[in-house]
C-alpha cells in the first residue's frame, strides 16, 4: 500500500452481507460483464496461466527449506499484517525494534518474483492485466488465485518467501541511516483487521500492543515530518492504524527507489506525478477559501500543499469533501515513467515509486525484478505506459460500477465493507 493505498471504508465486522435478489445479482452480473468488455478486464484466467501456476506452487514447503540457507531467516521475528477486514492477499507485513542508538523498521513483501518472471506465461498475463480491479464485492486478480490468496499470501503461521525492505531510522528525524533489500523468510504471527490494530493499540494486555504502539509513535513522527515537508495530506483525520500502514508503506517504497537510484545507478519504474500549474493551483484555492466557514491561514498562500493541509485541519466537517474535491480537480494523473522526471508532486518526493504491493500492481512487480536482477527489462518504458494505462482503466471501471450500485439502490461502501448475499425473491431485502 501506499500513497494510494486502498483503504477500506470503515470496518464491517458483526454485520451480516448486503441482501439482494436473484434479478437484481443477475442484473449486476450483466453490469459487470458489459464493464469488463468495455475497459478490456479478463476475468478469467486462460488454462496455461493456472496450470503454470499450480505446477509453480506444488511443494511450497520444501522449497522453502531448501531455499532457506540462501535467505535470511527472519522466521523468529516479531512480524503481523494489517488490512482491511475483505482483503483476500497480504502482500505487506511490517516488524518493528527500538535500540539504543537507532530505530529499525523492516517491511516485509510477498516474494512474488521468486513464481513469476519474464520467462513465465503469469508475467504476461500480469502485463496483460496491469494490476488488480477491486469492485465492491467482486476481485478481479492480477496473478491466479493460488499465488494471490495462497502462496505469496503472507497468512499467519506459515513461512513465507519475502523481499524485506530493512530500515534503520535515525531517532532524532526518522532519516535513513542504512537501507538493505533483501531476500527472506518470514512467519507472520498475526493477521489484524484495521479495526483490530485500533483495539491493540488501546489494550495494554493484548498481543502485539507493544509493537503496534512503537510503530504507531514512529508513523505518527513520519506523518508529522511528511507535512512539515510539505507532501499534501488530503485526509488529515486518518485513524492510527491506517496512520501505522501508509507510513510504513511510504518509508520502504521510498527507500526502494532511492537505493536504486543512488546507490545502483540502476533505472526503475518511477511513479511521478506533475503538479498544477499556479493557475490551475491559484483557482482550487479560491474555491476553497469561498466556502463557508473555511479560512486558509495568510501564511499558507505561498505553498498550495500546506495551505491545503492547514486548512483542512481547522475546517467544519461539512466542508473536508468539498476541500478535497477542489484539490482533486486540478491534480494531473501520476504516471508510471522510468525516470523521476520531477518527482511526486502531491507527496513532495524528488523520487518515488512503489515496491509494496506486487500481488496487485504491475509496477512493483517490475520493480521487484529490477531490484533482484540489479538490471532492467528491455521494454520498461512501455511496461511503464501499460501499467498508467491500465490502471486509469481499472479507477474508471470502478467509479462506473459504483455509480450502477447506487442507481440499482446499493450503497458501494455497504456492499464493498460487508459482501452480497443472493436470497430468494421473497427474502430479498435490502439491509444497507
Not at 523468529?76 to 475483505?86: E, G
Not at 476553497?288 to 495568510?298: A, E, K, M, N, T
Request: aromatic share 6%.
Amino acid at each position: 500500500m501506499s500513497d494510494e493505498t486502498q483503504a477500506d471504508a470503515g470496518t464491517a465486522e458483526g454485520q451480516g452481507p448486503v441482501e439482494i435478489s436473484e434479478d437484481l445479482a443477475r442484473h449486476l452480473e450483466n453490469k459487470r460483464e458489459e464493464l469488463f468488455e468495455k475497459f478490456e478486464i479478463r476475468d478469467e484466467f486462460p488454462q496455461e496461466v493456472l496450470d503454470e501456476a499450480e505446477e509453480r506452487t506444488q511443494n511450497v514447503q520444501a522449497e522453502i527449506s531448501d531455499e532457506i540457507d540462501d535467505r535470511e531467516d527472519l522466521r523468529d521475528l516479531t512480524t503481523w499484517t494489517t488490512d482491511p477486514i475483505d482483503a483476500q492477499d497480504f502482500d505487506d507485513a511490517i516488524s518493528v525494534e527500538e535500540r539504543e542508538e537507532e530505530y529499525v523498521l523492516w517491511v516485509h513483501i510477498a516474494d512474488v518474483t521468486h513464481y513469476v518472471n519474464p520467462e513465465t506465461a503469469m508475467w504476461d498475463e500480469a502485463v496483460e492485466r496491469g494490476n488488480t480491479v477491486y469492485l465492491p464485492a467482486y476481485t478481479i486478480h492480477m496473478l491466479p488465485p493460488v499465488l494471490a490468496e495462497s502462496v505469496c499470501s503472507l497468512v499467519p503461521d506459515e513461512e513465507r518467501f519475502a523481499h524485506t525492505v530493512e530500515m534503520h531510522l535515525d531517532k532524532e528525524n526518522l532519516s535513513y541511516e542504512t537501507i538493505d533489500i533483501y531476500k527472506s523468510v518470514i512467519e507472520s504471527d498475526e493477521r489484524l483487521t484495521y479495526s483490530q490494530a485500533e483495539n491493540r493499540l488501546e489494550d495494554p494486555d493484548a498481543p502485539l500492543h507493544e509493537e503496534n504502539k512503537l510503530v504507531h509513535k514512529l508513523a505518527d513522527r513520519m506523518h508529522e515530518i511528511r507535512k512539515e515537508d510539505g507532501s499534501l495530506v488530503l485526509n488529515p483525520s486518518r485513524d492510527r492504524a491506517h496512520t501505522i500502514i501508509e507510513e510504513c508503506m511510504l518509508k520502504a517504497n521510498k527507500a526502494v527507489t532511492h537505493e536504486l537510484m543512488w546507490s545502483r545507478g540502476v533505472e526503475a519504474m518511477y511513479r511521478v506525478h506533475p503538479q498544477p500549474s499556479p493557475d490551475e493551483w491559484s483557482k482550487a484555492l479560491q474555491e476553497i477559501q469561498d466556502l463557508d466557514g473555511v479560512s486558509i491561514p495568510g501564511d499558507k498562500w505561498e505553498d498550495p500543499r500546506m495551505a491545503v493541509n492547514a486548512t483542512l485541519e481547522d475546517a467544519p466537517g461539512r466542508q473536508l469533501d468539498k476541500i478535497q474535491w477542489a484539490v482533486m480537480k486540478v491534480m494531473p494523473r501520476a504516471r508510471y515513467m522510468n525516470d523521476p522526471f520531477g518527482g511526486h508532486h502531491a507527496l513532495n518526493f524528488e523520487i518515488y515509486g512503489h515496491f509494496t504491493s506486487p500481488i496487485r500492481r504491475l509496477s512493483d512487480l517490475i520493480n521487484h525484478w529490477i531490484v533482484y536482477q540489479n538490471d532492467v527489462p528491455e521494454n520498461l518504458v512501455a511496461l511503464c505506459d501499460r501499467a498508467s494505462d491500465r490502471q486509469k482503466d481499472a479507477e474508471q471501471c470502478e467509479r462506473e460500477y459504483k455509480t450502477f450500485l447506487q442507481e440499482v439502490g446499493l450503497d458501494p461502501t455497504a456492499v464493498n465493507n460487508r459482501g452480497i448475499e443472493v436470497v430468494e425473491e421473497s427474502e430479498a431485502e435490502n439491509t444497507l
